[in-house]
């Protein structure tokens, strides 16, 4: 038990520490590129902090379950929404750049793209392919678009590709912090009697989406809301189009129709309307944000009292 509640607040503190060095080198590296925030956070931030979900889904689908990185991906691109830009805007309205939207509107064509490789109920090696060059097209593009890594930096703009390293280190801190609070908080959980729903419910359901959790709310506190909003699209880009590619590549994924009549809907249904707020008024105001929750909210309570209880 006391082990238990060491390794919590280690990894708690990991979780903070991790997230205040990942923003703020984050925000150092786009001053240093000359690009924007929300561009750093749309590839570099999202890479680092999704990363795990491709590897842990690669290692579930070369084991024979690629189905759980379908959930996965899925879930997570709901939650990045709903709940972790829900939560920040509640906390501090999200203004962000003029063009976010545009990339906000690639991930709803990306997302409903899976959606159409799922309608025969399977997702092939040759549809994991597509996914994959779809987001290496994307990356190509950004690079050429917005990118200048071969120049050096402008005098006074410090050391971009020293400050991107440190971005991704401590976004790799962020995630083995949310590991072990996630963890420990199971076995404590357990321990004191917490029932199984309850758990699944709360802590690991969330503990997936828990590193972009800490660095959209340390973002938003910082006033740095390009990074929050960039960083959650970039990772929905990243789960659909990378996530689900790569565990589709090693083996054909089967598609519970669950994901595909409930799921991928409401996904589908607040990235529309964190496109449409991007594109209308160029924030996430708090009516929005009390809107993203409310339909987290109902996911949570249809997933687990109806579709996951049966009939």
């Keep these: 038990m006391i082990a238990e509640i060491i390794l919590f607040v280690v990894g708690l503190a990991l979780l903070i520490k991790g997230s205040d060095y990942f923003v703020e080198a984050a925000s150092r590296a786009a001053k240093g590129f000359g690009v924007s925030e929300f561009l750093i956070a749309l590839v570099l931030a999202s890479i680092a902090t999704t990363l795990p979900e491709v590897t842990v889904s690669a290692i579930s689908s070369y084991q024979g379950n690629p189905d759980i990185a379908l959930g996965n991906a899925i879930g997570s691109a709901l939650a990045n929404i709903a709940l972790i830009l829900g939560l920040s805007a509640i906390i501090m309205p999200l203004e962000v750049e003029s063009g976010a939207w545009k990339n906000s509107l690639f991930m709803i064509a990306v997302t409903a793209y899976a959606g159409v490789l799922m309608y025969d109920g399977t997702v092939s090696r040759l549809d994991g392919a597509t996914l994959i060059i779809l987001y290496l097209g994307f990356l190509y593009y950004l690079y050429k678009r917005h990118m200048t890594l071969e120049e050096l930096p402008e005098e006074g703009k410090g050391n971009p590709r020293r400050d ?3 971005m991704l280190a401590s976004g790799l801190v962020v995630v083995v912090g949310a590991k072990l609070v996630v963890n420990s908080a199971v076995t404590l959980a357990e321990a004191f009697g917490v029932p199984e729903v309850v758990i699944g419910l709360t802590l690991v359901s969330i503990g997936t989406s828990l590193p972009e959790l ?16 960039g960083n959650v699209i970039g990772a929905n880009i990243l789960d659909v189009l990378m996530v689900i590619g790569i565990a589709a590549l090693i083996n054909p994924i089967r598609v519970d129709h669950t994901i595909y009549t409930f799921t991928l809907p409401l996904t589908l249904l607040v990235m529309v309307i964190l496109t449409g707020a991007l594109r209308l008024t160029g924030k996430i105001g708090r009516a929005v944000a009390g809107v993203l929750l409310a339909i987290y909210g109902y996911f949570l309570y249809a997933y687990y009292f109806v579709y996951a209880a049966g009939p």
């Design 164 to 166: 991107a390293a440190i």
């Design 214 to 229: 800490a660095n959209s709310l340390t973002a938003t506190l910082k006033r740095l809301p390009n990074i929050s909003v």
